[in-house]
């Protein structure tokens, strides 16, 4: 079976652009959260989504939104992008819900210039 | 609020020898604790879960242990490979939900030398 697929792999975007950065589960994983993890530190929370709610969001600004689909896929929104923007992004998903084993994607690096 | 330490933050040892990553939490209400593994610029790898009800599990040569009472979590490899270099992560979930999402520590940097 597929593992958690991210795209795109890498993306370049300059200050103030919007991006999309994408996931799809685990087959049969209802529940997708996101993560961004800077050089040097631990993914750091930004949302949880299971059954299509918003489940949990972490201390991020309104720039950062989220949406899950029908399919249990789900994009991740930036707006206004800033250079502390840059990270690798990680998309998580589980078969039971927010608090059972979490199995991530390879990520989505994202420079900000 | 959830805090996780990882410590050493790095470690270099020789081929061959038993090794122990240590991972300390702050807050012991926790609903399970995952180590992970994560090679240069990848994604991230579970490696073992520990539900907050259980004191170890093993997976191969890796075995971890979990003592909720006191924070602490241990990540034992046996027979270490040059394959096992990766920064392994510790992370948390919290028991009153899981609105939270995972709490991880800054994660240990391991070499593993030939």
């Known amino acids: 079976d597929a593992g958690v697929t991210q795209s795109p792999t890498h993306l370049i975007k300059t200050r103030g652009q919007q991006v999309t950065l994408r996931c799809s589960p685990i087959?049969?994983?209802?529940?997708v959260s996101w993560y961004q993890q800077v050089l040097g530190q631990g993914p750091q929370f930004i949302f949880q989504?299971?059954?299509?709610?918003?489940?949990g969001r972490g201390n991020f600004p309104d720039r950062f939104s989220a949406r899950q689909f029908p399919n249990y896929s789900s994009e991740l929104n930036v707006n206004a992008l800033l250079l502390g923007d840059s990270a690798l992004y990680l998309c998580?998903?589980?078969?039971?819900?927010?608090?059972?084993?979490?199995?991530f994607g390879p990520g989505t690096r994202l420079t900000v210039l | 609020k959830q805090e996780v330490t990882q410590i050493p933050a790095a470690l270099s040892v020789p081929e061959g020898e038993n090794l122990v990553l240590n991972c300390s939490f702050t807050?012991?209400?926790?609903?399970?604790l995952q180590w992970f593994r994560q090679d240069p610029g990848k994604g991230l790898t579970s490696l073992l879960l520990?539900?907050?009800?259980?004191r170890e599990q093993t997976s191969g040569r890796l075995n971890a242990s979990l003592d909720k009472s006191s924070g602490r979590s241990t990540l034992y490899i046996a027979a270490s490979q040059p394959g096992d270099s990766a920064t392994y992560l510790c992370?948390?979930?919290?028991?009153?939900?899981?609105?939270?999402?995972?709490?991880f520590g800054k994660g240990t940097h391991l070499i593993i030398q030939p």
């Open positions: 998580a998903s589980s078969l039971l819900g927010p608090r059972a084993e979490q199995f």
């Open positions: 087959s049969g994983h209802k529940s």
């Open positions: 989504y299971y059954e299509k709610e918003e489940r």
């Open positions: 807050d012991s209400a926790i609903y399970n």
């Open positions: 520990i539900q907050s009800s259980q």
């Open positions: 992370a948390v979930i919290g028991s009153g939900g899981g609105a939270d999402g995972l709490t």
